[in-house]
């Protein structure tokens, strides 16, 4: 119940194009979800997250999209570039502040 | 800020020594997490801290781990002994009040022989 499933484990798109993560979940008792970039080296970001009271959030190229009937919600970039190939996680937090992560999906933009 | 700082960056040791690995989280953050990754079973919450209590560790792998957070600016944790399949990258995380997310170290990568 505490799982956060996530798909595709790994993504290649071309340049300019659009990349999609899907990600669910069962607890309902999850009340924020983040989404993280992480570079090789480097700890994971905060990228962008949303509420589920809420069923859409755009930052810039990043936009999720959150069903909460269905428990899932998912990451769009578009115009992908280059510098956005990393890994991707995206998360739940319970009320009492513990993230649960889903396995990661590597993005690779090639151009 | 200079944020959520880990020591050491790197950390290779022989398999059955004591390995202790640092973390200052970003001031005024009042959560504390640490996780550990690795390629198959990806980030794993291992244990968290509020207000330097520890939370929940149900995620700490064994007795051989342990942690501390004697004050709100430093973080330990401890594996005694050390095995080869404790090997991985492991991330310190702070937070306040969960709100705006954690803030992730840049990890400490340890290798056991």
């Known amino acids: 119940q505490q799982q956060v499933k996530q798909s595709p484990q790994s993504l290649i798109v071309q340049k300019g194009g659009i990349s999609i993560i899907n990600c669910a979940y069962e607890?309902?008792?999850?009340?924020?979800f983040p989404w993280y970039q992480q570079f090789p080296g480097k700890g994971p970001a905060l990228l962008i997250a949303?509420?589920?009271?809420?069923s859409e959030k755009k930052e810039g190229r990043f936009t999720i999209s959150f069903n909460k009937s269905a428990k899932q919600f998912s990451l769009h970039i578009m115009d992908s570039q280059p510098g956005d190939s990393a890994t991707y996680f995206c998360a739940a937090k319970t009320s009492y502040d513990k993230v649960i992560f889903g396995p990661g999906t590597s993005l690779s933009v090639i151009p | 800020d200079a944020g959520v700082i880990q020591s050491p960056r790197h950390e290779v040791t022989e398999m059955g020594q004591e390995v202790t690995l640092r973390c200052k989280p970003i001031?005024?953050?009042?959560?504390l997490f640490w996780y550990r990754q690795t390629m198959m079973r990806g980030l794993e919450l291992l244990i968290y801290f509020n207000n330097n209590v520890p939370i929940d560790d149900s995620g700490m792998p064994e007795d051989r781990f342990s942690a501390k957070m004697p004050n709100a600016s430093f973080s330990t944790l401890k594996i005694q002994p050390s095995e080869p399949r404790d090997s991985a990258v492991y991330f310190c995380a702070s937070s306040f009040e969960g709100v705006y997310g954690y803030t992730f170290g840049s990890g400490t990568r340890l290798t056991v022989v």
């Open positions: 001031s005024g953050h009042n959560s």
């Open positions: 607890n309902t008792a999850f009340d924020y």
């Open positions: 949303i509420r589920p009271d809420v």
